[in-house]
């Protein structure tokens, strides 16, 4: 099936997109990132030869040497290899990298991750999620389901998915199942609005989970990010070519977002307004979906919390969109048991007096999320106490929402805050806030918040502060999570695997 330009790779570069990638000789500069090394094993599996480069050897990097995958790690390659077609970088690329630098010079031709994305995106049923928040769990849900039910989708998600093999697979050219049996192969990923980086993908079907402010280093304000969530929308084809937007009932901007597109538009939320109206027993952790007043479906979250519900249904929603059936649907969400990093549970410290702790760990970044995380554990493991290791950041993500973060952490009973983990930040930048700025804020709110420097010293801190009963959870989306492996140590007690036993359909 022919894409809707099909003349065309995107962007000024004009090759036909069907060319770009059986026979080609593919570098991936930053190969290391959950996308970027999905993206290489999805490439190489559509007959290209791909190789890659990144600063350090990770379990990502370990991954795409099994597969055959041949990396470079360390500083960048002044000398690329021979007979390059195409070279991929990651956001975090500048353009004076030498790797970038010696592509020019050569006359390679360059693509971001999204753009080359978009590319395969195009040759699919594309389905892209977005939104400030949820967009790794919603999309490994999506996927799970999809893969539950037989309609085998190629998936791109942010985040390491056990049950899904990783972050990545490749799946069948064509729906081999359901009533869209035949229709080109379904294709479930991830759209990031940083640096509009969305605006590159190519979707049949979307999601937008909410929209609020974030990365205000490149949007000017939250007007901005709106619009930057509506041209994405746009991007959807007519109704009558299959477009279809799934947005958040509430959260979502949905009226500045939505209006005058020529796909078509339905809600879903807790409001009975919504097209999709989600029911959520929260002691329970039951959810369940009315469409105009029945029941389509029902099932038991193993993620808690009202957000996790939220994800959960616009998996359903849009798992049963592109073919599956509810029953089945409901049985594969009930299955899900979770991904890296999102309300993740890593083990049990046994405390020297016989008593244990148990320790959890997150990516929370933004208030919102902060808040969310930290209401579903307390409801759902109900701790004697919650102690949360916070590490902000960038700068200016914690200067711009400083009294929203100072406001998200009601549910913790202490907060300990290491330096803020900065990314992408000026000089300028970061002399504007500190991690001192948020505990004072904290503070000022009757919050138990410590600063504490050097990083390693939260554990010493933990040592001496966790009583039996206590629940730790590490949170930010930079290096703070080592704190909770630290903390367990020898002591680890693993989660039950007992997911890797699951057949899949």
Known sequence: MKSRNPTTAGGSNNEPYDLMFAGKRIHFIGIGGTGMSGLAQMLRNRGATVMGSDQSCTALIERLQQFGIHTHIGEG???????????????????????????SERSIRTLSYAEVLGLAQQQCTALSIAGTHGKSTTTAMTA??????????????????????????????????????????????????????????????????????????????????????????????????????????????????????????????????????????????????????????????????????????????????????????????????????????????????????????????????????????????????LICVFQPHQASRTRHLLAEFASSFSNADIVLVPDICFSRDSDNDKQKVSSSDLVDKLRERGTDARHHHPFEAINLELETLCEDGDLVVTMGAGPVYKIAESYLGSELIAPLDWVKNIRIA
């Open 77 to 103: 390659m002044s000398v690329l290899p021979n007979d390059l077609d195409l070279v991929v970088y990651s956001a975090a690329i500048k353009g004076d990298h030498p790797e970038m630098l010696a592509a």
């Open 144 to 385: 799970w389901v999809l893969l539950r039910t037989g309609l085998d989708p190629s998936v791109i998600v942010g985040a390491t998915c056990e049950q899904l093999g990783g972050g990545s697979r490749n799946g069948a050219a064509r729906i081999p199942a359901g009533r869209r049996r035949g229709e080109p192969g379904v294709m479930v990923c991830e759209a990031c609005e940083f640096n509009r980086s969305f605006h590159q993908h190519r979707p049949t079907i979307a999601v937008i989970n909410n929209v609020e402010a974030d990365h205000l280093d490149c949007y000017a304000n939250l007007e901005a990010i709106i619009q930057s969530f509506r041209e994405f929308a746009g991007l959807l084809p007519h109704v009558d070519h299959g477009g279809k937007l799934l947005i958040a009932h509430e959260g979502a901007h949905r009226r500045e977002v939505s209006s005058d597109l020529s796909c078509s538009v339905a809600t879903w939320g807790f409001s009975p307004s919504a097209d999709y109206q989600v029911i959520y027993d929260a002691k329970a952790q039951r959810v369940g979906i009315l469409q105009d007043g029945h029941w389509t479906a029902q099932w038991t979250n193993k993620m808690p919390g009202d957000h996790n519900a939220l994800n959960s249904a616009a998996a359903a929603i849009t798992a049963h969109w592109l073919g599956a059936e509810w029953e089945a649907i409901a049985e594969a969400l009930g299955e899900f048991a979770g991904l890296d990093r999102r309300s993740q549970f890593k083990g049990v410290r046994t405390l020297p007096s016989g008593g244990s702790v148990r320790v959890f760990d997150d990516y929370a970044h933004h208030p919102t999320e902060c808040e969310k995380t930290l209401r579903a554990l307390r409801a759902s493991e109900r701790p004697r106490r």
